[in-house]
């Protein structure tokens, strides 16, 4: 496991829109992005965007071998700038679009009702190539990114609408917090520590 940079944020985000564009299910990505001819266009966006934020207000982890990788925000250290307001406008207009805004909004509430106001550590994404989906890359990542952080006393929250997912969070010691159900989808809210 590597720590990224900024030269890594177009492999990262190769990495999240091979993971989530074959998924055409209701979750948090796609009720974010647009659902049209520009999916995976926009879908490239949001992910740009999420590496922006992490890698200003967090850390990014990649596999050894370049095929998954983990997003995670420190919350606490998040703050508004220029630069991130046009990130904002960016997204809304290019990825999200006018009619959908009210719904992205609405899932940023019912986020912020569950994430602590405490410091915490907030895993954003993790993706794995879809061509390596099940071949043990993500739970090696998850098992360097638990080791690498075993001293940490921050408690780490993270949602997940798929229920694969909250079961392989749970195998990770996470416990489920909440089940939120108004989306349209299910959002898992679990905890670490």
């Known amino acids: ?32 992005v647009k659902q049209d001819k520009k999916r995976v266009e926009r879908m490239q966006l949001l992910m740009e ?9 967090g850390e990014i982890y990649i596999s050894d071998n370049n095929k998954a990788c983990i997003l995670l925000k420190f919350p606490h250290q998040e703050k508004t700038t ?7 406008v960016k997204l809304a207009f290019k990825c999200i679009g006018f ?36 071949s043990g890359t993500a739970a090696r990542l998850m098992l360097e990114i638990k080791k690498h952080f075993k001293n940490n006393q921050l408690p780490v929250i993270i949602d997940a609408a798929s229920e694969k997912n909250v079961k392989m969070y749970q195998k990770f010691g996470f416990k489920i917090q909440k089940k939120e159900d108004v989306l349209g989808f299910p959002m898992y809210f679990l905890r670490l520590n």
Not at 82 to 88: A, C, E, G, I, R
Not at 117 to 132: A, Q, S
């Open 82 to 88: 220029f630069s991130t307001l046009l990130l904002d």
């Open 49 to 57: 965007y999420l590496f922006e934020r992490s890698i200003r207000f």
């Open 99 to 134: 009619k959908r805004i009210f719904k992205v909004l609405k899932r940023q509430l019912i986020a912020a009702k569950y994430y602590p106001k405490e410091k915490h550590i907030r895993p954003v994404i993790m993706g794995i190539k879809k061509e390596c989906d099940g």
């Open 1 to 32: 496991m590597r720590k990224a940079t900024t030269i890594d944020k177009k492999l990262v985000s190769e990495i999240l829109v091979s993971a989530f564009s074959p998924l055409k299910e209701k979750n948090s990505i796609n009720l974010i």
